[in-house]
């Protein structure tokens, strides 16, 4: 069983889609061991507790440098024993540091379809403007492994979703988030434990 570690920052509702998913089965070679967040306020927190699942609170304020917040993260995953990290609505940007320690191990969903819409400065409701003021007909979700390009990393699975007339940034989210993100996230997650487990059997078997 792989371990999982959320790394959020807010409300957590792609947080929520991830533990729906574990209780339904749909996510069967993962549990969510941990729960980090950049902020003692989110509500991630209290929806990881609910569940039972362990907390740590890294503050920017209390690691403005983005080296010594990567260490510090580094040092509480390693602690867990993390095999996957999944940034569910995480508002800081890992160091390279952190992306390399875990390379092909870091997984982050964007509300677009990357390469639209992407990169530094396009997160949250930004994402959904910026695809209403280009007036595209269809956006989406994208999950992606993380490297030290801001939504740089190789693509894992896409899900397309149409914008409509009289759509609003507010509006769009949350269909992207309904259609897609919700959908995207749990399914790439389970599919990289199942890889990462039959890996570590495959191990085991040749060391037997």
Excluded at 40 to 50: G, I, Q, T, V
Excluded at 75 to 80: K, P, R, T, V
Aim: proline letters at 3%; hydrophobic letters at 40%; aromatic letters at 6%.
């Amino acid at each position: 069983m792989q371990k999982i570690a959320v790394l959020v920052s807010g409300g957590g509702t792609n947080l929520q889609a991830i533990l729906d998913a574990q209780d339904s089965g749909i996510i069967r070679d993962g549990r969510v061991a941990l729960v980090l967040s950049s902020s003692p306020k989110a509500y991630a927190l209290e929806r990881a507790r609910n569940h039972g699942i362990e907390t740590a609170v890294v503050s920017r304020k209390e690691y403005p440098d983005p080296v010594d917040y990567g260490r510090k993260a580094i040092e509480i995953l390693d602690a867990h024993e993390i095999d996957l990290v999944v940034l569910a609505g995480f508002l800081s940007i890992l160091s390279k540091e952190v992306t390399d320690a875990y390379r092909d191990r870091i997984i982050n969903v964007h509300p677009a379809l990357i390469p639209s819409f992407c990169g530094d400065g396009y997160y949250g409701l930004r994402v959904h403007q910026a695809a209403l003021d280009y007036g595209v007909k269809v956006t989406g979700a994208t999950v992606h492994f993380v490297n030290e390009v801001t939504d740089g990393g190789k693509i894992i699975l896409q899900k397309a979703v149409e914008v409509k007339d009289g759509d609003t940034p507010e509006t769009l989210q949350r269909r992207v988030m309904e259609e897609a993100e919700w959908e995207l996230l749990p399914k790439a997650v389970q599919m990289l434990c199942q890889q990462f487990e039959q890996g570590k059997n495959k191990e085991k078997g040749c060391l037997q």
